[in-house]
């Protein structure tokens, strides 16, 4: 028997010698491994935006008090003191007036066009450039079941007709996802509410310009927010409110098991002064020592990762998103096995050079 399965017995042996503190420290390492996996899940998901917040500081989310922002977008597109437009988003049209049917249509322009949907056709044809520049009466529709049957909506084929407002408008192509119509057609005709969602600019806007795009939205009627804003905001509010009680709850759970490995060890001082006298070097001393804590850990780990896994109700409260990845783990494991010597060493580094009077 070489030395390592000696001590492996023997570290096996001082585990299940007291099966109910050996069952208090899992279920404590369990609880810090799984804060530690929802404490770095929770950051790795709220810190994102500050790898990319230059694309964040570009981007603005519009809220509109009205139901027609196409003055807003003329204004935009047109003034020269603000930076220029690389896309404007969530562009869709509903009906004026109301319709019969109902009708979100998502806008779509010329390649040349900041607009950058595109139409997902299933059967038929998409748009043409000639009817995406002209503003034709065309429109690729979508017959979703549910519209469909609850009667908002009637199924249509490519080459039908649909009338929305004062306008008829030919069928040209079928999508399983949205319904689509030209800009220039919702501009033209002028059946259609516009209304737009954001809008990204090809470059950080100043103070000065971010001014100027505040005034032309109130002038609109509508607000404008950056999203590094509001994403800042969230993590100030949520990701950091969530990362103190976490920590809180490790503190606490370090503490127990701290108090708890300590009473395992004290209580065993028999066995280690019969080491002694067998010979048993410092080292070996501490390989019996940490095996236990080793091994308690690695169980702990998985135990609290599937833990985390399985509370998709918990993970929703904490407006968590995604699982925790094998990087993420790794960390976990590394966090708890440097908290645990840290706190464990000094002690017990004092307890094998003094004897029992440590």
Not at 101 to 120: F, G, K, M, P
Not at 339 to 358: C, W
Request: aromatic fraction near 12%; glycine fraction near 6%; include cysteine.
């Amino acid at each position: 028997m070489n030395r390592h399965t000696f001590y492996l017995k023997r570290a096996f042996r001082q585990m299940t010698a007291k099966p109910a503190s050996l069952a208090i420290i899992i279920f404590s390492f369990t609880v810090c491994a799984f804060s530690l996996f929802v404490l770095i899940n929770k950051l790795l998901y709220s810190t994102t935006f500050f790898l990319r917040q230059g694309e964040s500081r570009r981007t603005f989310t519009i809220t509109s008090d009205v139901s027609d922002n196409a003055e807003l977008i003329a204004e935009l597109s047109e003034n020269d003191f603000l930076p220029e437009i690389s896309e404007l988003v969530g562009l869709s049209a509903y009906p004026k007036g109301g319709n019969s049917q109902y009708i979100q249509a998502v806008l779509c322009s010329a390649n040349d066009s900041r607009i950058t949907a595109e139409a997902d056709v299933v059967s038929g044809r998409t748009f043409s450039e000639i009817e995406l520049e002209n503003g034709e009466n065309v429109i690729i529709w979508c017959n979703n079941d549910i519209y469909i049957n609850s009667g908002l909506r009637e199924y249509k084929s490519v080459g039908d007709t649909v009338t929305i407002a004062n306008g008829v408008y030919t069928v040209i192509g079928i999508s399983e996802t949205d319904i689509y119509l030209p800009f220039s057609t919702a501009l033209k005709t002028g059946d259609f509410d516009i209304r737009l969602n954001g809008i990204v600019f090809s470059e950080i806007p100043t103070k000065s310009e971010v001014e100027i795009l505040e005034t032309i939205a109130t002038v609109n009627d509508c607000t404008v927010k950056s999203r590094y804003q509001a994403e800042l905001s969230d993590f100030l509010e949520n990701g950091m409110e969530c990362t103190v009680i976490i920590i809180g709850i490790i503190l606490c759970v370090i503490c127990i098991v701290s108090s708890l490995f300590d009473y395992m060890v004290r209580s065993m001082f028999y066995e280690y002064n019969i080491y002694k006298l067998l010979g048993i070097s410092r080292a070996g001393l501490f390989e019996l020592l940490y095996l236990p804590l080793f091994i308690m850990t690695a169980v702990s780990l998985v135990a609290g990762y599937a833990l985390f896994c399985l509370s998709k109700p918990l993970q929703k409260l904490l407006n968590m998103y995604g699982q925790v990845d094998f990087a993420s783990a790794v960390v976990v494991f590394a966090i708890m096995l440097i908290v645990m010597l840290s706190v464990t060493v000094p002690k017990y580094n004092r307890l094998f050079s003094g004897g029992v009077e440590a």
